[in-house]
C-alpha cells in the first residue's frame, strides 16, 4: 500500500515537473522570437508624410550607394516626374470611382418614392459631410 502511494506522488511529481520545464521551455521561445521594432524605425507621422520619406531615401541612397551632387540632383528629378504621373493617375483613379458613385446614387434615386426622396437626401449628404470630414483629417487624404 505504501508502494502504491509512493508510486502515485513519484508519478505526480514528475507530471507537474515536466510541465514547468514545458512552461518554462514555452516561455523561453516566446519571449525570444518576440518581434522587436528596430531602432531605426520610423514613426507614424513620417510613414505617411511623402516629403519625410523622399528625404530619407534620397539621404539613404547618398550614403548607401554614394551618390554625388549630380546624381542626388538627377533623382531629385526622377522623383519629381514619377510623382507627376503618380499624380494623374490617382485624379483619373479619382475621377473614374466618383464617376461610379454618382452612378449608384443616381439609380437609388431612381427608385426610390417621393416622400423618400428627402429623407435619403438628407442621409446622403450626411455620409458626404462624414466622408469629407474623414479625408481632411489625420492621414485622411493627400490633398
Request: hydrophobic content about 40%; proline content about 4%.
Amino acid at each position: 500500500m505504501a508502494n502504491t502511494k509512493l508510486s502515485a506522488f513519484v508519478s505526480l511529481l514528475l507530471v507537474f515537473l515536466s510541465g514547468v520545464v514545458v512552461g518554462g521551455f514555452a516561455y523561453h521561445v516566446y519571449s525570444t522570437t518576440a518581434a522587436v521594432a528596430p531602432s531605426n524605425s520610423k514613426g507614424p507621422e513620417e510613414k505617411r508624410d511623402p516629403e519625410a520619406i523622399r528625404k530619407r531615401n534620397i539621404d539613404e541612397m547618398t550614403q548607401v550607394v554614394h551618390l554625388d551632387q549630380q546624381q542626388v540632383v538627377q533623382l531629385e528629378a526622377i522623383y519629381d516626374h514619377i510623382r507627376e504621373q503618380f499624380d494623374q493617375v490617382s485624379q483619373k483613379h479619382n475621377a473614374d470611382i466618383r464617376a461610379i458613385f454618382d452612378g449608384q446614387v443616381a439609380q437609388i434615386r431612381a427608385m426610390l418614392r417621393p416622400d423618400q426622396l428627402p429623407l435619403y437626401e438628407a442621409l446622403h449628404a450626411k455620409h458626404e459631410a462624414d466622408r469629407k470630414a474623414h479625408k481632411k483629417g489625420p492621414g485622411g487624404g493627400r490633398k
